[in-house]
T-cell receptor, first 117, second 112 residues
Framework: EAGVAQSPRYKIIEKRQSVAFWCNPISGHATLYWYQQILGQGPKLLIQFQNNGVVDDSQLPKDRFSAERLKGVDSTLKIQPAKLEDSAVYLC???????????????FGPGTRLTVL | GNSVTQMEGPVTLSEEAFLTINCTYTATGYPSLFWYVQYPGEGLQLLLKATKADDKGSNKGFEATYRKETTSFHLEKGSVQVSDSAVYFCAYYTGTASKLTFGTGTRLQVTL
């Protein structure tokens, strides 16, 4: 079974530029998550999708971050404009469970390491 | 508020030493508890989990017991190997919040 795919693996941009990350979850997984992991910290949930609907985006800085999952499969996360403090690893995860059982197991991708200069 | 506290790293051990990484949580209700591991250059992988009090999760020689009375889920391994070198994250999930909350991670380095 193929795992969660993410691209690019690394990205370096200057502040105020825009950047987009892509995630392809495990086939058939209804729930998709984007996390931000700042160096030395644990992952922090940015947004959770169930199929193509948003379940939780309470931690997403909506003035600069956006995410979509149009067909309930792939997802993109965009930052525009980027700030220095956005430097982090952005992790995508997926789960086959829905609703309150959504954390039975989340499968993580390798992440995209973003450096903002 | 809800949170997870892990012992700070790095933890440096010799091969075959006994490992304990402490984890305590503050959460309402009856959370499910998890340990995730992140090997260098890789994504997080679920190591083990426990969904109710007194459950013991185990995998690859690692164990952790869900202790509701002490709100703890300490990770243990009797004999570590160099290949266990990684960052370990404790996490919990509650249906109320419907999301995983992670600790800050503990880096383990095992030397020969």
């Amino acid at each position: 079974e193929a795992g969660v795919a993410q691209s690019p693996r690394y990205k370096i941009i200057e502040k105020r530029q825009s950047v987009a990350f892509w995630c392809n979850p495990i086939s058939g997984h209804a729930t998709l998550y984007w996390y931000q992991q700042i160096l030395g910290q644990g992952p922090k949930l940015l947004i959770q999708f169930q199929n193509n609907g948003v379940v939780d985006d309470s931690q997403l800085p909506k003035d600069r971050f956006s995410a979509e999952r149009l067909k309930g499969v792939d997802s993109t996360l965009k930052i525009q404009p980027a700030k220095l403090e956005d430097s982090a690893v952005y992790l995508c995860a997926s789960s086959s469970a829905v609703g309150r059982r959504g954390a039975n197991e989340q499968f993580f991708g390798p992440g995209t390491r973003l450096t903002v200069l | 508020g809800n949170s997870v506290t892990q012992m700070e790293g790095p933890v440096t051990l010799s091969e075959e030493a006994f490992l304990t990484i402490n984890c305590t949580y503050t959460a309402t209700g009856y959370p499910s508890l998890f340990w995730y591991v992140q090997y260098p250059g890789e994504g997080l992988q679920l190591l083990l989990k426990a969904t109710k009090a007194d459950d013991k999760g185990s995998n690859k020689g690692f164990e952790a017991t869900y202790r509701k009375e002490t709100t703890s889920f300490h990770l243990e391994k009797g004999s570590v190997q160099v290949s266990d070198s990684a960052v370990y994250f404790c996490a919990y999930y509650t249906g109320t919040a419907s999301k995983l909350t992670f600790g800050t991670g503990t880096r383990l380095q095992v030397t020969l």
